[in-house]
């Protein structure tokens, strides 16, 4: 058994961090929410425990191996489960629909997520989590990151969080964009330098602390960078609803604009901590059915019905916005579905609460409508 603490004080640097070139006519417009966050923090000390227990691996039926740990950030790998419905793929000239089905459900026991981690921290607010997660949606359209870019840095944040304990509300920021910064190394091919993250943040964080801290994060989470997010569930199961006999499920087929719409529920469900409630396919599947016809959906995915159910009063929010628009993007063309895009997030996470508010306490029908029992 091995114990390891490691220690991040990231007060003010001496040096303050230097403004990218030429960033400032563009990321300037993107809302950085100093303000729930604390101004002036001299001090933020992030203490992390190491592995307590060593993973044991052992033998199960039908030649399964199965890697069990207590801990938070421990993978559990499962290359069988009984449990897990028939592959919906279609035949792959490139590899067995059973196996590749197999490999992605079995990421979403390997990485796990839990809204959970909140008990852990009692000066985090689910809000603030809704408010950091809406920033890092704004930086992503500034840099034009790619959606997938975005939910891994979602993942690697609620995954982290799951691990620590008692997170100081003025260390979020840090985590958030250090979390983009290392999905944005995963998945982009030219990803923003580490001076733009730094800048982005109006002086917050410092390039010495996002250094320190993707230490950190890479170490808490062991490494496991390529989950199956929301959104690659939501594109494999539109387009497998799209596609049309004999077609390559590797060729994009889906309409671009449906998409979009799509792709807009599904920011605005995450930014709640209950979507932490579903896996990630569930959730997917759950965004198709409030567009598509639930016998589609239940083709290609188990359709649990209470995430329907929860998701209702968001996809009300969303049609009340109106319909989303695809954006244009200098030197971005054919790809531009695919590039994380803002709205007014926050906004429309008020009215739902409202919508559920009402729904729970329904307005009395005025005296001209009552009913008289005489």
Not at 78 to 95: N, T, Y
Not at 98 to 115: A, G, I, P, T
Not at 305 to 331: H, I, Y
């Amino acid at each position: 058994m091995l114990n390891s603490v490691y220690c991040l004080c990231s007060g003010r640097l001496q040096k303050r961090s230097e403004n990218a070139p030429g960033q400032k006519g563009k990321v300037n417009k993107v809302r950085t929410h100093k303000t729930h966050y604390s101004e002036g923090y001299h001090m933020n000390q992030l203490v992390i425990e190491s592995v307590t227990k060593p993973c044991i691996i052992t033998e199960v039926p039908e030649k399964e191996v199965r890697i069990d740990c207590d801990e938070p950030g421990c993978p559990v790998l499962i290359a069988r489960d009984s449990s897990v419905q028939p592959s919906p793929l279609p035949h792959l000239g490139w590899g067995f629909s059973e196996d590749v089905w197999m490999k992605m459900v079995s990421k979403e026991q390997n990485y796990r997520h839990s809204k959970s981690f909140m008990q852990k921290h009692p000066r985090i607010q689910p809000r603030m989590r809704s408010i950091l997660l809406d920033w890092l949606i704004e930086v992503s359209e500034a840099y034009t990151l790619h959606r997938q870019t975005f939910y891994l840095a979602q993942d690697y944040f609620d995954r982290f969080m799951l691990t620590q304990n008692n997170i100081e509300k003025g260390v979020l920021q840090l985590i958030g964009i250090t979390c983009l910064f290392i999905a944005s190394k995963m998945e982009e091919a030219c990803p923003p330098k580490l001076s733009q993250m730094a800048y982005v943040t109006a002086g917050t964080c410092y390039e010495d602390e996002i250094l320190q801290m993707e230490l950190i994060i890479l170490k808490e989470l062991r490494w496991n960078l390529c989950p199956e997010t929301a959104v690659s569930w939501l594109k494999l199961y539109f387009q497998m609803a799209s596609m049309s006999a004999n077609s390559d499920l590797l060729e994009p087929q889906f309409p671009q604009d449906a998409y979009v719409q799509m792709t807009r529920l599904l920011d605005l469900c995450i930014l709640n901590i209950n979507s932490l409630d579903f896996q990630y396919r569930v959730l997917a599947a759950s965004v198709l059915c409030h567009f598509l016809q639930q016998e589609t959906v239940e083709k290609i995915s188990d359709v649990i019905q209470p995430c329907v159910n929860w998701m209702a009063p968001f996809a009300e929010s969303v049609s009340q916005f109106g319909r989303a628009t695809l954006r244009d993007f200098v030197r971005i063309k054919d790809d531009r579905h695919n590039i994380q895009t803002h709205t007014d997030y926050m906004t429309m996470l008020v009215s739902i609460y409202f919508l559920e508010v009402n729904r729970q306490f329904p307005t009395p029908p005025s005296s001209t409508e009552k009913t008289c029992n005489h």
